[in-house]
């Protein structure tokens, strides 16, 4: 079975720093994927993990335990454009298809 | 630009008048997918190919046809749409080790 669980909705301060978790249980695995996520929008790729431990980009960071089957995307140095949904994506199976998490709403307030 | 294009970006039509809406990709990527997206459901996968003429059903493919007779389309065919099926829907490619591209979005609605 597939099964990707995310917090549904987070509030955090301009400035401050924010961890999303994910964790999941799928049949294969190859690679996770963090996608952001504008109202009305099209996802758009932030970060990509494939082995265990951390990827950093800029202000956003992503980390990966395997054998726990836990990811979390961090944000830092928050500015209210960050305020939208992040997404949790495992790549499994047959190394191709993406099964989706439900979603987190972030709210950056000032 | 390498992009994954649909068309429309709006649409508005009744109950059981057949449409599809087209998706196409020009990065020569081999898997491509359909979802749909509903205010608290996040993005549910309707379904997806993995290369030409392989498709499989996703969470909901119901309602829903597609095809993949080349490369870079990918249509999805709503045969008899109903009100339920009024969503936004997004398509999306990829190839081994590169991320999902996603096309803008076609935001349907069936009176």
């Known amino acids: 079975g597939q099964n990707i669980d995310q917090p549904t909705e987070m509030t955090a301060t301009e400035g401050a720093i924010v961890q999303i978790n994910c964790t999941y249980q799928?049949?294969?695995?190859?690679?996770l994927f963090w996608y952001q996520q504008h109202a009305g929008e099209a996802p758009t790729f932030l970060s990509y993990n494939v082995l265990d431990g951390l990827e950093e980009k800029g202000r956003f960071s992503s980390f990966l335990s395997r054998s726990k089957g836990y990811s979390y995307l961090l944000l830092k140095e928050l500015q209210m454009k960050d305020s939208a949904s992040y997404l949790c994506?495992?790549?499994?199976?047959?190394?191709?298809?993406?099964?989706f998490g439900p979603g987190t709403r972030l709210s950056v307030l000032p | 630009e390498a992009q994954v294009t649909q068309n429309p970006r709006y649409l508005i039509t009744v109950t059981g008048k057949k449409l599809t809406v087209t998706c196409s990709q020009n990065m020569n990527h081999e898997y491509m997918s359909w979802y749909r997206q509903d205010p608290g459901l996040g993005l549910r996968q309707i379904y997806y190919?993995?290369?030409?003429?392989?498709?499989d059903k996703g969470d909901v493919p119901e309602g829903y046809k597609v095809s993949r007779k080349e490369k870079r389309n990918f249509p999805l065919i709503l045969e008899s749409p109903s009100p339920n099926q009024t969503s936004l829907y997004f398509c999306a490619s990829s190839n081994l080790g590169s991320p999902l591209h996603f096309g803008n979005g076609t935001r349907l609605t069936v009176t």
């Open positions: 799928t049949s294969g695995f190859n690679g």
């Open positions: 994506a495992v790549r499994d199976n047959y190394g191709q298809n993406f099964v």
């Open positions: 190919s993995m290369n030409v003429e392989v498709t």
